[in-house]
């Protein structure tokens, strides 16, 4: 999270389909259709990045896999009516993180319900893909938890997912402007909080 994380919002994957392949588009159907032959095979196309996602925004391995099956599920449900508009991974990847944002988001109002206190601690990873986290004076985890919830979500979704703002507005229900802004400000919220561990040089505890 040192110049991935705290420099400016990058762009998405370039997707190298942006629309579905003629046999993704019929595979999907089928299996909508409850084919079983052709239900196996979309969960275990989609397996990777469904599991990927949801260990990025649940830090209990147990959790992640519940999560990842809820997930699964909802994307079979959701075969019959992929219309191909977007890449089969892509579709996924949006149902995935909707289901993943949606059980986050519930548990955090349970344990608030239940310790009488709307600020109930983040449910975020202990880190995230690829982030550099050794080099900073504490653990990512614990910067993100000092955010409000929408500006660490959408960073994870865009630094460690990899979304673009687009397609983070969609899969957040926001708009575009609402994204970027969010972005903008856990940016910055995150820099300035290295920046005065460093100051007074805080150490990364065991």
Not at 57 to 72: G, I, R, T
Not at 118 to 136: F, I, K, T, Y
């Amino acid at each position: 999270m040192s110049a991935r994380v705290l420099g400016r919002p990058r762009p998405g994957p370039d997707e190298a389909a942006v629309v579905a392949s003629p046999l993704d588009l019929d595979r999907a159907r089928r299996a909508g259709a409850g084919e079983p032959a052709a239900q196996a095979w979309l969960v275990m196309e989609l397996l990777p990045s469904v599991r990927r996602i949801t260990r990025v925004f649940l830090k209990s391995s147990a959790d992640a896999d519940d999560v990842a099956q809820l997930a699964l599920l909802a994307i079979l449900r959701s075969a019959a009516s992929y219309r191909g508009e977007a890449s089969l991974a892509t579709w996924g990847r949006r149902i995935a993180v909707r289901t993943a944002l949606k059980y986050v988001r519930a548990r955090r109002q349970r344990e608030a319900l239940i310790a009488g206190d709307e600020s109930a601690a983040d449910d975020v990873p202990a880190s995230s893909p690829g982030r550099p986290a050794e080099a900073l004076p504490r653990h990512v985890r614990e910067y993100l938890d000092e955010l409000p919830e929408a500006q660490a979500e959408v960073i994870l979704l865009h630094v460690a997912l990899e979304h673009t703002v687009d397609e983070i507005a969609e899969m957040t229900e926001v708009s575009r402007d609402t994204v970027k802004s969010r972005l903008r400000l856990g940016i910055e919220a995150l820099r300035k909080q290295v920046r005065q561990d460093i100051a007074v040089g805080r150490r990364r505890s065991a």
